[in-house]
């Protein structure tokens, strides 16, 4: 009897996962990639220009005839199959001349292209507990230090405006994990350092409440480390 009541539990807890969405910053992952190793890629280099995201999308490769970023398909994209393959349908592969992509650059790149290509990626947020916490309280990031990925437990105790946000240590963005309502409930996020350099950082929960014409906010920081 206590096996299945165990087993009860578990099945509940999976059926009670809300996925919402979390955000990861395009420019501090993607973006590096082609301003340090495709900086030859400009206007002038057959369409092709990767200096920012807007050029990025609107570029077309005049080899290949179509946009070089096709959303939700890297096989059929132009800018995966050059940097990816090393004989590409048309032409040389980029960068022409090398070095070359890493691997887990091309990877990187190849699932943002998969994830529709969005200037905010987004990535998972699970509701991890169906009951109402009662506080609020953002927990130490696990495994930490960590390459490249971790995980964040956060509890908001009633229905706020949250964000989640990491910063280097002078106060820069790094990445925008949470930002949205959210019910009370307590939620993991995972994140996903790949193309981020090694080092401290810091995150910060803030969960605000505009109602009744105040405001109230819960704001808690903690420190994680990058590890590569």
């Given at each position: ?32 990639i082609f301003d340090a190793q495709c ?35 890297s096989a059929g994209s132009p800018l ?72 964040i437990t956060f509890s908001i105790a ?71």
């Amino acid at each position: 009897m206590k096996k299945i009541i165990t087993l009860c539990c578990v099945v509940s807890l999976f059926a009670a996962l809300t996925t919402v969405h979390a955000q990861v910053n395009y420019g501090t992952q993607v973006q590096p990639i082609f301003d340090a190793q495709c900086g030859c890629h400009s206007p002038s280099f057959s369409g092709w220009d990767v200096r920012s995201y807007a050029t990025v999308m609107a570029s077309i490769g005049n080899q290949y005839g179509t946009k070089i970023v096709l959303p939700g398909n890297s096989a059929g994209s132009p800018l995966y199959n050059k940097i990816f393959s090393s004989a590409p349908l048309r032409g040389e592969r980029m960068p022409q001349g090398g070095p070359f992509l890493t691997a887990a650059q091309i990877t990187l790149i190849k699932n943002w292209i998969d994830e529709g290509a969005k200037e905010k990626v987004t990535a998972a947020v699970a509701r991890i507990s169906p009951g109402i916490p009662g506080i609020f309280s953002l927990s130490q990031n696990y495994p930490n230090p960590f390459n490249p990925t971790t995980q964040i437990t956060f509890s908001i105790a009633d229905s706020r405006m949250v964000t989640l946000t990491v910063f280097d240590i002078l106060g820069h963005e790094v990445a925008a994990l949470v930002n949205g309502r959210m019910d009370a409930g307590t939620y993991t996020a995972q994140w996903n350092a790949a193309g981020i350099a090694s080092g401290m950082y810091l995150y910060r929960l803030r969960a605000a409440d505009l109602s009744n014409g105040h405001r109230s906010e819960f704001t808690e920081v903690k420190r994680l480390v990058v590890q590569k």
